[in-house]
């Protein structure tokens, strides 16, 4: 049971990446998506949730308007699509499959049960 993240690098501010989350050994569809992220020195922070079945979604204060979750159930992949990039935004991403369906409390690390290794994203000039 594996999730994969990709699609990290270095971007200018104000450019766009998208990251991709990637299931092996186990369907996403069944479970509710996390993104978080992890700068040097702080703490794991959530970022963004898609439920399983409806989609809804959710966003960190920080990201929201610039970032968005979404799924391809076919693709068995959540992606983070991610624009008008800061230098605050940083950080280690990470991908983690939840312990339930929904969002709910998304932000706290303990209501998932795979997480991914993590894949590096540099805003810079």
């Known amino acids: 049971l594996q999730l994969v993240e990709s699609g990290g690098g270095l971007v200018q501010p104000g450019g766009s990446l998208r990251l991709s989350c990637s299931a092996s050994?186990?369907?996403?569809?069944?479970?509710?998506i996390g993104w978080f992220r992890q700068a040097p020195g702080k703490e794991r922070e959530g970022v963004s949730c898609?439920?399983?079945?409806?989609?809804?979604?959710y966003y960190a204060d920080f990201v929201k308007g610039r970032f968005t979750i979404s799924r391809d159930n076919a693709k068995n992949t959540v992606y983070l699509q991610m624009n008008s990039l800061e230098a605050e935004d940083t950080a280690v991403y990470y991908c983690?499959?939840?312990?339930?369906?929904?969002?709910?409390?998304?932000?706290?690390?303990?209501?998932?049960?795979?997480w991914g290794q993590g894949t590096q994203v540099t805003v810079s000039s």
């Open positions: 983690a499959a939840g312990r339930f369906n929904v969002c709910s409390g998304y932000v706290r690390p303990d209501r998932y049960v795979y």
């Open positions: 050994g186990f369907t996403l569809y069944y479970h509710a």
């Open positions: 898609i439920s399983s079945s409806v989609g809804s979604t």
